[in-house]
């Protein structure tokens, strides 16, 4: 049991030496050239040698990115709040909120860039627009979800339903709102990174517009390298933060 708790621990971290060790094997063995598919190495050189401009826009990206997602939470819990506890708001809203989750968010950018400019209202956004819905489905799931036996027993006792609600469907939501926001936050960092590729001069999008457009393909690699990072640290921050608040949910994960 220890052997395979290790094994599952370490197994991303296996994996990916895998992959790379095969990447650089493919590149090396085919010669083929870095302009078109950089290696592993080349990757890395690229990334050591412009770390501290990569560095300059990945913070750019970072903080615009938690700055729409932080507006996707609030808004995304105050509907999911709303359509969970009503039936006729889960009926009116719910369809009209996935038809416009289906509208490409690449195309509101240029909207975003004539009300508000070049610049970072657009890029924070359109981080909120691509990463608010998941938030909103998962928290109206877990209200709407409620056991009306559990209800009916809680009525008897004497609660109205906004007690069941607080105190019973939003404590049994907390799952499903964790779940959301490792889905979310990397919906964000791609919404972000969108918008900077057309409507900004700075952050990740903007680097991997100008290194494509030099043929610095490492470089450009390297800018989606910490996209990836950052994604999987916020990941693994809400998996953290999930594990120690919502245990009582993982009765099946333990022994």
């Known amino acids: 049991m220890k ?6 621990r370490w197994s991303p ?27 592993p190495v080349r990757i890395w050189e690229q990334f050591w040698q412009y770390k501290e401009v990569i560095a300059g826009h990945a913070w750019r990206t970072f903080w615009v990115t938690m700055a729409g997602f932080g507006i996707s939470i ?49 890029a924070i956004l359109t981080a909120f627009l691509i990463s608010f819905f998941p938030i909103m489905v998962n928290i109206a799931t877990g209200l709407a979800t409620l056991e009306p036996e559990l209800e009916d027993v809680l009525r008897v006792l004497g609660a109205k339903r906004w007690d069941v609600l607080v105190k019973i469907g939003l404590p049994r939501s907390m799952p499903y709102f964790f779940a959301s926001l490792k ?6 960092f791609v919404g972000t990174t969108v918008s900077e590729m057309t409507a900004s001069n700075l952050g990740i999008g903007y680097l991997l517009m100008s290194a494509g457009s030099s043929m610095q393909m490492g470089l450009a690699f390297a800018g989606l390298m910490v996209i990836g990072v950052m994604a999987m640290a916020m990941y693994e921050l809400f998996s953290l933060v999930e594990k120690h608040t919502t245990g009582w949910a993982r009765r099946g994960s333990q022994g």
């Open 3 to 8: 052997n395979n708790k290790q094994l599952e």
């Open 13 to 39: 971290w296996i994996l990916l030496v895998l992959v790379l060790v095969l990447w650089q094997l493919i590149c090396s063995g085919l010669e083929i050239s870095e302009f078109i598919f950089p290696s």
């Open 74 to 122: 609030v808004v995304g819990v105050l509907l999911g709040f709303l359509i969970g506890s009503s039936r006729l708001a889960y009926a009116a809203v719910y369809p009209l909120m996935t038809a416009f989750n289906a509208l490409p968010k690449a195309a509101f950018v240029p909207v975003l860039v004539v009300w508000f400019g070049i610049g970072v209202g657009p």
């Open 183 to 188: 889905v979310a936050i990397t919906l964000a």
